[in-house]
């Protein structure tokens, strides 16, 4: 049972333009969303989160924007940068029922073109 | 240190063997994870271990999987009678503060032949 699915595998974006990466969940306990980004070899990285009390954070040219009724979340990157391409991984938890575990969707790959 | 330090980075071993993979979480912080990532797959928990609370070991996929935490802070991750499909990357993260996030070390890869 897949409660965190980023059904895209796989983006393509003009260096410039905008990225858009999408992330659903199942789980209506979830309280708490993050988006990570890992470069091949090494661990990933924090990017930026968003409580379920905001339906938008924005950091510099990333933005998450919840939307809680459709249990959906998504980053937007603005301008997209070849330096962003890499995996990106979409996680969630139910802060106030299980603490800071996190569960993650299977990644999507992006990848800028200069 | 100023990261979280895992080793080895890389581990071949035959199948039947155990194996210990480490981790050295980033000092004060009061909780460690641990995830592994298959092929092709995202990242799947295993293990969290909070202060000196009772671990969440709801993850760990069989009895062959165990881990500890020493003194709040060193981990191991123990595998015994290594099968071909835990073949992965091991991830070990720690966190303070969750509006942070983790931070992940950079993992051990594991490959069992």
């Known amino acids: 049972d897949q409660q965190v699915k980023q059904n895209s595998p796989s983006l393509s974006v003009q260096e410039g333009r905008i990225s858009i990466l999408n992330c659903d969940y199942t789980n209506s306990m979830f309280d708490y969303f993050l988006w990570y980004k890992k470069y091949p070899a090494e661990g990933p990285t924090f990017l930026i989160s968003i409580s379920s009390i905001k339906d938008k954070n924005e950091d510099g040219r990333f933005t998450v924007f919840l939307n809680k009724s459709a249990k959906h979340l998504s980053l937007h990157i603005v301008p997209s940068q070849p330096g962003d391409s890499a995996v990106y991984f979409c996680a969630a938890s139910a802060w106030k029922a299980a603490g800071n575990k996190l569960t993650f969707g299977g990644g999507t790959r992006v990848l800028v073109k200069p | 240190g100023a990261g979280v330090s895992q080793s080895p980075s890389n581990k071949v071993t035959e199948k039947g063997k155990d194996v210990e993979l480490r981790c050295d979480p980033i000092?004060?912080?009061?909780?460690l994870y641990w995830y592994r990532q298959s092929l092709g797959q995202g990242l799947e928990f295993l293990i969290y271990f909070q202060g000196n609370s009772a671990p969440d070991k709801s993850g760990l996929p069989s009895d062959r999987f165990s881990a500890e935490r020493t003194g709040g802070s060193v981990s191991t991750l123990t595998i015994q009678r290594t099968q071909q499909e835990d073949s992965a990357v091991y991830l070990c993260a720690s966190s303070y503060q969750p509006e942070y996030g983790y931070t992940f070390g950079s993992g051990t890869r594991l490959t069992v032949v």
């Open positions: 000092s004060g912080h009061t909780a």
